[in-house]
């Protein structure tokens, strides 16, 4: 079975700051998918950014980038340039590569918190 | 707005009550999903249809039952529940048949069984 930790439950930042979320993650898969969702106040569970375990470069959405680490298992996002629209509670999932009826598997969570 | 809708945003029901979720979806996806958010703990999967098809029910209580008419529509049966499965229920769709695919999100369904 797979497992996800966010070890920080909650985090703050100021306003056009950049801020890094930790995530590590245990398998046994060589083959998985890594995601990192947002859900703000409104509870709407919004994708972020993927990335695909066999590729070694990082994946990178504007102003959001992870650090992916296969061997160590983490799976770190970096969001820069910090906006009060980032507020939200954050979400890092695991994907087995398989082609039918796809799974994630959720970490707890991470409450970031932008100020201005 | 993702395509992926989810009815009624809030529900309030008794224990001996019966009532229904609703979910569509209108991104051409073959496979959806619910999922149970409750307060301090992860998301959970509760049921998973693929083609129509449950592929997995995640030892769900019978009191919630999943049907899956389309490759559209989900819905989630809800039969004398208990104070706790009050939570958030999220809906999501994907589309089968590549790995990795990205499972996209409804914006939930808020229940609390009084």
């Known amino acids: 079975a797979q497992t996800v930790t966010q070890s920080q439950p909650e985090m703050s930042v100021q306003e056009a700051e950049t801020v890094t979320l930790s995530c590590t993650y245990d398998?046994?898969?060589?083959?998985?998918?890594l995601f990192w969702y947002k859900q703000p106040p409104s509870r709407q569970m919004i994708l972020v950014i993927r990335?695909?375990?066999?590729?070694?470069q990082n994946a990178t959405e504007n102003r959001f980038s992870v650090n992916f680490q296969k061997a160590a298992k983490s799976f770190s996002l970096k969001i820069s340039d910090s906006q009060l629209g980032d507020t939200a509670m954050y979400f890092c999932?695991?994907?087995?590569?398989?082609?039918?009826?796809?799974?994630?598997?959720f970490g707890e969570g991470t409450q970031l918190t932008v100020n201005p | 707005e993702t395509g992926v809708t989810q009815t009624p945003r809030h529900l309030v029901m008794g224990m001996t009550n019966k009532k229904s979720l609703k979910c569509e979806q209108h991104?051409?996806?073959?496979?959806m999903y619910w999922y149970k958010q409750s307060a301090k703990k992860p998301l959970e999967l509760m049921f998973v249809?693929?083609?129509?098809?449950?592929?997995e029910n995640n030892s769900v209580p019978s009191r919630f039952s999943p049907e899956c008419p389309n490759s559209s529509h989900l819905f989630l049966h809800l039969h004398t529940l208990q104070p706790e499965d009050s939570a958030l229920y999220l809906c999501?769709?994907?589309?089968?048949?590549?790995?990795?695919?990205?499972?996209?999100f409804g914006e939930g369904s808020w229940l609390t069984v009084v």
């Open positions: 991104l051409g996806h073959n496979a």
């Open positions: 999501a769709s994907s589309r089968e048949g590549h790995s990795g695919n990205t499972i996209y």
């Open positions: 249809y693929s083609l129509e098809e449950r592929v």
């Open positions: 990335q695909e375990a066999y590729k070694q």
């Open positions: 999932a695991f994907m087995r590569g398989e082609t039918s009826g796809s799974r994630l598997t």
């Open positions: 398998t046994s898969e060589n083959n998985y998918y």
